[in-house]
C-alpha cells in the first residue's frame, strides 16, 4: 500500500477553443479499468455527434494499467500525449476524455498534439489535484491538567487534531503519516512525562489539497 500518492479532486471539465475546434476535457477518478471505460463510454454518449471523443487512463499503485486511444485522430496525437500528462504529473486512478467539435481548420500532427496536452492540462487544473496520505490514528488519553498543554501542541504541529473526547480523562484522536507512529509516540512521552496512555487506532487515506 502507497503512503502516498496524487490523484485529481473531483470530477469536472473544462473547454478551450483552438482555430476554431473546441476542444472539451473532461475527468474522473477511476479507480479500476471499467470504471474507466464506463466514463469513457458515458462522454461518448453524451458527444455522439463530436468529431472525436480520445481518451487516456492510468490506474493502480504502480501505474499498471495504462491505455490511451486516438478515436480517429491521426496515430500517437491524441490519446498518447492526454497519457503522458498524467504520466507527467504523476496522478493515479484518472481518466481523461477529451471532446472535439472539429471547426474547419486542420492543425497538424504538431497542432494536434499540443491541442489535447493542453486540453487535459488545464482541464486537470481547473478540477484541482489532491495528495492522498495513508495516515494512522493516534489516541492519546491524559488528565485535564494536561488537556490545555497538549491542545496547544498539537495545534501548533504537523500533526491534524480530528476530535477531542472529554470523559472521565481527555482523549485526543490525532492522525499522523504512516510511518511516524513511533515519532509521535516519543514526542507525546517526552510531552506528558510518560503521563498519558497512547493507542493506535485505524489506518485510512486523507486527502490534501495542493
Not at 500500500?1 to 478551450?16: A, N, P, V
Request: aromatic share 8%.
Amino acid at each position: 500500500m502507497l503512503t502516498k500518492y496524487f490523484t485529481i479532486k473531483q470530477e469536472g471539465s473544462h473547454e478551450i477553443v483552438i482555430q476554431k475546434s473546441r476542444f472539451i476535457g473532461y475527468v474522473k477518478r477511476t479507480e479500476t479499468e471499467e470504471e474507466a471505460q464506463a466514463f469513457i463510454q458515458q462522454i461518448k454518449k453524451k458527444h455522439h455527434d463530436a468529431t472525436h471523443n480520445c481518451s487516456a487512463y492510468m490506474i493502480g499503485e504502480r501505474n499498471q494499467i495504462q491505455k490511451a486511444h486516438d478515436d480517429g485522430e491521426p496515430s500517437g496525437t491524441a490519446g498518447v500525449p492526454m497519457l503522458e500528462v498524467l504520466k507527467k504529473k504523476d496522478l493515479k486512478d484518472t481518466t481523461v476524455v477529451v471532446t472535439r467539435y472539429f471547426g474547419g481548420i486542420k492543425l497538424g500532427a504538431g497542432g494536434l498534439i499540443r491541442a489535447y496536452s493542453n486540453s487535459t492540462s488545464e482541464a486537470i487544473d481547473h478540477v484541482g489535484v489532491v495528495k492522498r496520505q495513508l495516515m494512522k490514528q493516534m489516541k492519546v488519553t491524559a488528565d485535564y491538567t494536561l488537556l490545555g498543554k497538549l491542545e496547544n501542541q498539537l495545534r501548533s504541529s504537523d500533526y491534524l487534531l480530528e476530535t477531542i473526547d472529554y470523559l472521565d480523562k481527555v482523549t485526543f484522536h490525532v492522525y499522523v503519516e504512516s510511518g511516524e507512529e513511533e515519532a509521535f509516540t516519543d514526542w507525546m512521552v517526552n510531552l506528558t512525562s510518560d503521563q498519558a496512555d497512547i493507542a493506535e487506532g485505524d489506518e485510512t487515506y486523507m486527502e490534501i489539497e495542493i
